[in-house]
C-alpha cells in the first residue's frame, strides 16, 4: 500500500508519481506461497520445494502502483470485455461472501467501458489480504484490499481507479483529488450514492444523467446500505479525526442526514468542535502533505 509513498521502501526506485516504468517481477517462495503481482502471470516455475513466479506489466506503472503480495493464497478467474483475464486472490479466511462481491467484474469492466472507453490495461484482479486495515488501493491491475474493505461499492472504487490515477496518472501529489473525483462521479453514476460515505446522493450532473441511462446493470450495484454504514463506523473509529455521520448529527442538533443538505459547511464546521481535522477545508489542488486524503 505504496500510496503516497512506500513503493521505495521495498524496492530502489525515484517514488514519484509521475515516473512510471514497466515492471517484471521474478519471485521465489517456498511452497505452498503464492505470489499476486500487477500485469500477467506468464510463468510458474516448479523447483520441487520452491516456486519461482513470474509477473509482467506491458504498461507503465506508477511505482506506488506496483503489487506485490506473497501468501497462501486461493486463485479464482473470469472472463472480462473482449477475453480480458481477470486474476483474484483471496486470502484462506476471507468468507463466500466477501468473496462474492468480486463476482460481478465483468459487468463492472463493460459498464465503464461503455462510459469511459475501453478497459486501460492487459488484465485485471484483486487480491484480498487477511490483515484489517479498512482500505482498499487501486494497484494495477491487481487491486488490494483489506479483508474489512470488500463492499462491492468498494470493489467499483478500485476498478474505476483503472482509467483515473492509474492509466490517468498524477503529475504531482497535489492534484491527488482528481484520482478520487472522477472515480466518485462514476460511483455516482454507478449506484446513486456517493460509495465512500454512503449518503444518498444529490441531483446528479446531466453527465451522469447520460451514464445512468446507459448503464448495462438492471440493479444497482451497491444495494447494500447498512453495510457501507457499518463499513463507515468501523473506518469512524480507526482514523483519528474522522467522525461519524451520527456524531455529526448530533453535534449539529439535526435528526436526518437529509437535513444535512440544507446546512452549509461555513455554519457546520464551527460547530464541530473542534473540527474533525478530515473535515478541515484544505485547498483544492494544493492541500499539503498532511491533507491529500482529507475528505
Ligand atoms: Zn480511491
Redesign the pocket.
Known amino acids: 500500500m505504496g500510496e503516497p509513498s512506500g513503493a521505495e521502501t521495498w524496492y530502489p526506485v525515484n517514488g514519484h508519481p509521475s515516473d512510471k516504468a514497466t515492471y517484471t517481477l521474478r519471485i521465489t517462495v517456498p511452497k505452498p506461497y503464492d505470489v499476486a503481482s500487477s500485469g500477467r502471470l506468464l510463468r510458474i516455475t516448479d523447483d520441487g520445494d520452491r516456486r519461482t513466479f513470474l509477473w509482467e506489466t506491458r504498461d507503465p506503472v506508477a511505482s506506488y502502483l506496483v503489487a506485490l503480495h506473497i501468501a497462501d493464497l486461493d486463485e479464482t478467474t473470469a472472463v472480462g470485455p473482449r477475453g480480458l483475464p481477470i486474476r483474484n486472490y483471496f486470502a484462506h479466511a476471507i468468507s463466500a461472501s466477501d468473496r462474492a462481491s468480486f463476482d460481478r467484474l465483468p459487468a463492472m469492466i463493460a459498464y465503464f467501458e461503455s462510459a469511459f472507453g475501453p478497459y486501460p490495461f492487459e488484465a485485471y484482479g484483486a487480491t484480498v489480504v487477511d490483515e484489517a486495515f479498512g482500505a482498499a488501493l487501486?494497484t494495477q491491475t491487481m487491486s488490494t484490499h483489506s479483508r474489512d474493505a470488500v463492499a462491492e461499492s468498494v470493489v467499483v472504487?478500485?476498478l474505476a481507479?483503472q482509467w483515473f490515477?492509474d492509466s490517468v496518472g498524477l503529475e504531482r501529489w497535489q492534484d491527488i483529488w482528481l484520482?478520487?473525483g472522477f472515480?466518485n462521479v462514476r460511483g455516482v453514476a454507478l449506484d446513486g450514492a456517493h460509495p465512500r460515505c454512503g449518503c444518498a446522493g444529490r441531483d446528479p450532473p446531466p453527465m451522469v444523467r447520460r451514464a445512468r441511462r446507459a448503464r448495462p446493470a438492471a440493479r444497482p450495484l451497491d444495494a447494500d446500505g447498512d453495510e457501507r454504514a457499518r463499513a463507515h463506523q468501523r473506518g469512524a473509529r480507526r482514523l483519528p479525526g474522522l467522525i461519524s455521520r451520527q456524531e455529526a448529527l448530533s453535534a449539529l442538533g439535526v435528526a436526518a442526514a437529509a437535513e444535512l443538505e440544507h446546512i452549509p459547511a461555513s455554519e457546520a464546521l464551527p460547530q464541530l468542535r473542534p473540527p474533525p481535522r478530515a473535515l478541515q477545508p484544505v485547498t483544492v489542488g494544493d492541500p499539503g502533505p498532511d491533507g491529500l486524503f482529507r475528505g
Open positions: 487501486e472504487h478500485e481507479h490515477g484520482n478520487e472515480r
